[in-house]
Each structure stands twice: as structure tokens, then as C-alpha cells.
Nanobody
Framework: VQLQASGGGLVQAGGSLRLSCAAS????????MGWFRQAPGQEREFVAASKGNGGSTYYADSVKGRFTISRDNAKNTVSLQLNNLESEDTAVYYC???????????????????WGQGTQVTVSS
């Protein structure tokens, strides 16, 4: 499975961005798709995920109410809408795909099998 993330950029605090991730998987709908981010000097952290096969969506507490994950199984894409951005949201954002994930493993990077190259989001205050 190959993942290609796009949509990052520079935005002022309070602004919005939309990230997209295109996947090559033939059975895309069965994959759980996650977004993680990594700021300089920090560990990669969970942001949001959409469980496969029509499952639930999940969010980190820090982004609830501001970010929205969505997927289009017909187009093999997953998107992350980032609203009301804060300087603390500045990071490289990665999309990831995992097969047969159970709910308890969704927030853990180690559970995902495939990763995109990352896209930079910079929020200026």
C-alpha cells in the first residue's frame, strides 16, 4: 500500500487547512486510516483516525471540535479538515493505514502498517 499525503502549508492562527491522503490499496475500505503528527523534538502523536469497514472515527483530545476526518472509499482517499488552527498544531502530518485494527490500538503508531511521506503544517501566531 502506498500513501501520498498533500495539502499542508503555512496558515495564520485561527485559519484552516485540508489535508488529503491518497491510497493505492485495492481493499481500501477495510483499512483503518489514521493521521499522526510530529513536531520538532517531539514524538509522533495521534491526531485522528477512521476505522475500516464503516467503523467509528477517533480524535485526540487536543483536536476534538476543530479537526474532522473523512474518507471516500470510492476514491481511496482520506482527508483531515483542520479548523481554528493554533500554533501548537505546527508539525509534519502523516497519514497511515492499518489492516484489521481493533479499537484499542487505533491511537498507536505501531499498529499501522503503512505510512505516507508527511506534509508540513505551519501555523503562525
Amino acid at each position: 500500500v502506498q500513501l501520498q499525503a498533500s495539502g499542508g502549508g503555512l496558515v495564520q492562527a485561527g485559519g484552516s487547512l485540508r489535508l488529503s491522503c491518497a491510497a493505492s490499496a485495492r481493499t481500501f475500505r477495510s483499512y483503518s486510516m489514521g493521521w499522526f503528527r510530529q513536531a520538532p523534538g517531539q514524538e509522533r502523536e495521534f491526531v485522528a483516525a477512521s476505522k475500516g469497514n464503516g467503523g467509528s472515527t477517533y480524535y485526540a483530545d487536543s483536536v476534538k471540535g476543530r479537526f474532522t476526518i473523512s474518507r471516500d472509499n470510492a476514491k481511496n482517499t482520506v482527508s483531515l479538515q483542520l479548523n481554528n488552527l493554533e500554533s501548537e498544531d505546527t508539525a509534519v502530518y502523516y497519514c497511515a493505514a492499518g489492516n484489521r485494527l481493533i479499537s484499542s490500538t487505533i491511537p498507536y503508531a505501531s499498529a499501522y502498517d503503512y505510512w505516507g511521506q508527511g506534509t508540513q503544517v505551519t501555523v503562525s501566531s
